[in-house]
């Protein structure tokens, strides 16, 4: 599959089974609702159990159908109207049963695998589209559900009236049965063979569906861009080229299933004929009743029913189960970062020092380009940092190392000493506030994007934080002032604006260590200095660590780390490093006047 090829995930390299038992997977959601399972089965075993005796009630109204008692003959009538009541009530509550197992098993799914995905580090999506863990939320469980809550209740009854019909038409005529069953080799060959070509096609039709679902989301993600470059008819082209492909494959399991399902109706109604003919025989011979031929038609006929439903339903659960396996993928995959089985307790108050012993680090999407190459660097608490250096020099890798998005290849990096990798993540990145490069903003109002900071804050801290932030009086003057809608990313604001509410919710935040990763590249002069004002605020009662390119922004800093290909090159502040005339220099002159740099 190209989808593999490009990704190189592990967990799609893994070879699938591609066989129905992988339903099993399931079970984990269903135990917790046992009772509700077991009422199902039973309205389900009775449903069934009263179809099959609604074709002895036929045979004794046709066998009493000439005798002289009308009362008896009502008492028939009125019999197998009473087990076509009871088969009728069972029916619904089995629908209503197993829909609502169904609905409440895929919604446990859904939030399982959310749930997993969620606290994912970034190496797991390098390796896996966004779009297409998003298909197997939707997708892959909508198919779950179709079969939870219909198709695997369809299956058994079936089963069931397959088994009991078979049982109780051997009872009315072991001679027809015999025949009968005569025809079953000749329906199960095509069931197999034709079967297990159903199974890879199931499968590759939704890895199709899935990776046409991560191209549509990384085009409409990334829409301004598209068209800025006018790669519209070139995405178009990618998109339906890849959509094309799905429903190619869609194509061959339709016409595969379409061709099962022809044969195997085919070969059994035409053995039912066969035998009804024999039947008809043995009637005008006296051999057996008329009612007990109309019985075994019955029976006949329910077998033949249950056979074609379970050939068709096998697809759907073929299905089921390739979409069962790609979510049990997700459940199962082992994130590259874990915390530790006992992990140590952040300190508190967390002083802020941050260290960077010996490390060594690579992307796991380019192992052999080091990022990172014998990196040491130790940050007192309240100390203000800034890292600059050229484009790829390694400050990024810098900052999600601080956060643990990664791991180091090789050393250690520590928080008030003590090694992160000891810690539990979520524990002391509580103690971070991150302003990224690109800020993310959620499709909700101005002030719920500043509450990201701290879920707990009340409207007036929050205001405070966008007044430090210089992003108050913008934010005043939308519509709705902090309750207006800015749209999915923040489409209704500018990019200045973007950054100052993410700068706001880092500040709202105040946390012990703030990461500035480019944070006022993209503010206008005067929106930077009112935004460097209250960094310079911020920064005096914690540790700051700020990355840029622009060297206007890190002249006051208490110190300047100057990296070039993953390594540190210099250390000092501005004026000793524009002394020292080294790449620092050559970078200040670049960006200033000759007046400016000295």
Known sequence: MVRRAENGADLLDRE????????????????????????AITALVLTAAVALALPMAVRRVVDNFSVEDGALLDQYFGAALLIAALLALGTGARYLLVTRLGERVVADIRKAVFDRVIGMSPAFFERLMTGEVLSRITTDTTLILSVIGSSISIALRNLLLFVGGMGLMLLTSAKLTGLVLLIVPLVIVPILTLGRRMRVLSRENQDWIAQSSGSASEALLSVQTVQAFTHEAATREQFADVTEKSHD??????????????????LVFTGIVGVLWIGARDVRAGEMSAGSLVQFVIYSVMVAGAVAALSEIWGELQRAAGATERLVDLLQAEDPVTDAARPVPVPHPARGAIGFEAVRFSYPARPEIPALEDFN???????????????????????????????????????????????ARHEFRREMALVPQ????????????????????TDA???EAARAANAHDFIAALPQGYDTFVGERGVMLSGGQK????????????AAVLLLDEATSALDAESERAVQRAVDAMAKTRTTIIVAHRLATVKKADRIVVMDQGRIVAQGTHDSLVAENG???RLARLQFTDGEAA
């Open 377 to 423: 660097l130790t940050i007192r608490p309240g100390e203000t940092v800034a890292l600059v250096g050229p484009s790829g020099a390694g400050k990024t890798s810098v900052i999600q190392l601080i956060q643990r998005f990664y791991d180091p290849d090789e050393g250690r990096i520590t928080l008030d000493g003590v090694a992160l990798s000891d810690m």
């Open 499 to 510: 950054q100052r509410i993410a700068i706001a919710r880092a500040i709202l935040r105040d």
């Open 249 to 266: 494959a869609a194509r061959r399991r339709v016409n595969t299933r379409a061709l099962m399902t022809v044969i195997v109706i085919f």
């Open 438 to 457: 690109d800020p993310v903003i959620f499709a909700t109002s101005a002030r719920e994007n500043i509450r990201f900071g701290r879920l707990g804050a």
């Open 583 to 585: 790449l620092y220099a």
């Open 16 to 39: 699938k089974s591609r066989r129905v038992s992988a339903l099993a997977e399931l079970w984990p959601f269903l135990r917790p609702y046992r009772p509700l399972l077991v009422a």
């Open 461 to 463: 801290e929050i205001e």
